[in-house]
């Protein structure tokens, strides 16, 4: 902004510096032309004269910026009001050689602080142009469209292609149950971020809409789909259980023990007799078809299903604990160093060692609790294998 005043004139000094940095900031500001000359007009002997030495000489304010700290107000408060209203001059220059004194200290603490906290939120550039890199991908790929245009097929709502990226959603003869965020019989939605803001009236579905994520959520509490049959070409002829099992930490919720620990998935594949069998995953995604679901009554299949689910099981709880310890490994690279800077920072300034104290404690109670873990099931799909013609 343009600089309109550069001189400032202090006729009545208030009684703290917080209050007068506020004043000089009205003139002082950022991307100024020139230097703001501030001008305080005293009489000799006056408490105000008084007050102009401990902002000059004491604290400095009128030459560098003031830091705020309270602590200055705490200790001089009733010494320096004492000192103003004095008979002499030797109260005030008391109270300004000690002010002066404990001023350069707590700026000495400061700016050693400063140099710790400035490396837990220090920018980087790297990986900031990584993760931009990664979001841009991200939104540009056709993972999520693909994603929600199978979800509204199966709903039941007809998705008619209008360009860039983007569909009418109109409800079709199969449309049963209401789908998240679709209100009405038609509405108009894109993937793409320009179509999205010279189109308003379109709905830009992104990752963190509240129809996707009512989606995801919804397709992950509903049972529908966590249990299939299906039928793979393969040299092998028989059939096997595919068992997705979900490896999760118990620890208390407070503790976001999901940044180290997200749920993980476990996928396990056995043969009829139990053992654990070589099934490509993505070629079974890819290749298998849905087939008649009433080869689950066949008296052989029947029997042995609760014995491979468990043999299963127990596969996926053989590989739990190194997938807790990858966890474990990961929150303590990310917590010991805070932890360290944290003690180094403590040494200086005492005030942070509660800060230091519950970071401990966060470290203790996710380094056990990571080790504690869940093995759930999670969907089970019965792969029929055929032998190829």
Same mark, same amino acid.
């Given at each position: 902004?343009?600089?309109?005043?550069?001189?400032?004139?202090?006729?009545? !000094?208030?009684?703290?510096?917080?209050?007068?940095?506020?004043?000089?900031?009205?003139?002082?500001?950022?991307?100024?032309?020139?230097?703001?000359?501030?001008?305080?007009?005293?009489? =000799?002997?006056?408490?105000?004269?008084?007050?102009?030495?401990?902002?000059?000489?004491?604290?400095?304010?009128?030459?560098?910026?003031?830091?705020?700290?309270?602590?200055?107000?705490?200790?001089?408060?009733?010494?320096?009001?004492?000192?103003? $209203?004095?008979?002499?001059?030797?109260?005030?220059?008391?109270?300004?050689?000690?002010?002066? *004194?404990?001023?350069?200290?707590? $700026?000495?603490?400061?700016?050693?602080?400063?140099?710790?906290?400035?490396?837990?939120?220090?920018?980087?550039?790297?990986?900031?142009?990584?993760?931009?890199?990664?979001?841009?991908?991200?939104?540009?790929? /056709?993972?999520?469209?693909?994603?929600?245009?199978?979800?509204?097929?199966?709903?039941?709502?007809? =998705?008619?292609?209008?360009?860039?990226?983007?569909?009418?959603?109109?409800?079709?003869?199969?449309?049963?149950?209401?789908?998240?965020?679709?209100?009405?019989?038609?509405?108009?939605? %894109?993937?793409?971020?320009?179509?999205?803001?010279?189109?308003?009236?379109?709905?830009?579905?992104?990752?963190?809409? /509240?129809?996707?994520?009512?989606? $995801?959520?919804?397709?992950?509490?509903?049972?529908?789909?966590?249990?299939?049959?299906?039928?793979?070409?393969?040299?092998?002829?028989?059939?096997?259980?595919?068992?997705?099992?979900?490896? *999760?930490?118990?620890?208390?919720?407070?503790?976001?023990?999901?940044?180290?620990?997200?749920?993980?998935?476990?996928?396990?594949?056995?043969?009829?007799?139990?053992?654990?069998?070589?099934?490509?995953?993505?070629?079974?995604?890819?290749?298998?078809?849905?087939?008649?679901?009433?080869?689950? %009554?066949?008296?052989?299949?029947?029997?042995?299903?609760?014995?491979?689910?468990?043999?299963?099981?127990? !596969?996926?709880?053989?590989?739990?604990?190194?997938?807790?310890?990858?966890?474990?490994?990961?929150?303590?690279?990310?917590?010991?160093?805070?932890?360290?800077?944290?003690?180094? !920072?403590?040494?200086?300034?005492?005030?942070?060692?509660?800060?230091?104290?519950?970071?401990? =404690?966060?470290?203790?109670?996710?380094?056990?609790?990571?080790?504690?873990?869940?093995?759930?099931?999670? =969907?089970?799909?019965?792969?029929?294998?055929?032998?190829?013609?």
């Amino acid at each position: 902004a343009e600089q309109v005043a550069r001189h400032l004139v202090l006729l009545d !000094l208030p009684l703290t510096a917080d209050r007068l940095e506020q004043l000089i900031g009205r003139v002082d500001r950022i991307g100024q032309a020139a230097e703001v000359e501030i001008h305080v007009p005293t009489v =000799a002997g006056t408490p105000q004269a008084r007050l102009r030495r401990w902002f000059d000489e004491a604290l400095r304010v009128f030459e560098t910026p003031w830091h705020g700290t309270p602590a200055i107000d705490r200790e001089f408060g009733g010494a320096l009001v004492e000192s103003l $209203l004095a008979d002499d001059e030797d109260a005030i220059a008391a109270v300004v050689a000690r002010g002066r *004194e404990r001023n350069a200290q707590i $700026l000495d603490e400061l700016e050693h602080g400063r140099d710790r906290l400035l490396e837990l939120t220090s920018f980087d550039g790297e990986a900031a142009a990584a993760l931009r890199e990664s979001i841009d991908q991200t939104e540009e790929g /056709p993972e999520l469209e693909q994603f929600m245009l199978d979800a509204f097929e199966r709903a039941g709502i007809e =998705a008619e292609w209008i360009g860039d990226r983007s569909y009418t959603l109109r409800t079709g003869p199969s449309y049963r149950r209401p789908f998240p965020g679709f209100h009405g019989q038609e509405m108009a939605v %894109t993937f793409d971020r320009e179509t999205g803001l010279a189109h308003p009236e379109r709905v830009l579905l992104g990752f963190d809409h /509240p129809m996707v994520r009512d989606t $995801l959520d919804d397709l992950l509490a509903h049972e529908a789909g966590n249990a299939a049959v299906v039928r793979l070409d393969d040299d092998r002829a028989g059939w096997c259980l595919e068992a997705i099992y979900v490896a *999760e930490p118990t620890v208390a919720r407070e503790l976001r023990a999901d940044r180290f620990f997200p749920p993980t998935p476990i996928r396990v594949v056995v043969d009829a007799g139990g053992d654990e069998a070589a099934i490509d995953a993505e070629r079974a995604r890819r290749e298998a078809a849905e087939i008649d679901a009433r080869v689950l %009554t066949l008296p052989d299949v029947a029997r042995r299903i609760p014995a491979l689910v468990e043999a299963a099981r127990e !596969l996926a709880e053989a590989r739990g604990p190194a997938i807790a310890d990858a966890a474990r490994a990961r929150m303590q690279d990310e917590l010991a160093p805070l932890v360290d800077r944290l003690t180094e !920072l403590t040494a200086v300034h005492p005030s942070v060692a509660p800060e230091l104290e519950a970071a401990r =404690a966060e470290q203790r109670a996710l380094d056990d609790g990571l080790a504690k873990h869940r093995i759930r099931l999670e =969907a089970l799909r019965l792969i029929v294998l055929a032998p190829r013609p």
